[in-house]
């Protein structure tokens, strides 16, 4: 079994990447949830499975993470 089949893709998806958007803005969970039509519950979830994608700990970390990647438009080339 190869790293990718175990830890699958460390590469956001469109809708986790819409939620760390609106979290890199400021906004909280709730606004979050309203923004994208879901449960703050959903969005808790969303950004547990974002952190450990991308080996982070807490929304400061992803909002770094995301305005340093702010400008690459590849996916490929946000995770390096």
Known sequence: ????????????????????????????????????????HVVKNYLRVIYDKLGLWNRVELALWYESRRGVSSPALMMQ
């Not at 460390?10 to 994208?36: C, F, Q, T």
């Open 1 to 40: 079994m190869s790293a990718s089949e175990r830890y699958g893709n460390r590469i956001p998806s469109e809708r986790e990447h819409r939620v760390i958007e609106l979290v890199a803005e400021g906004l909280k969970n709730k606004e979050v949830a309203d923004a994208i039509g879901t449960t703050e």
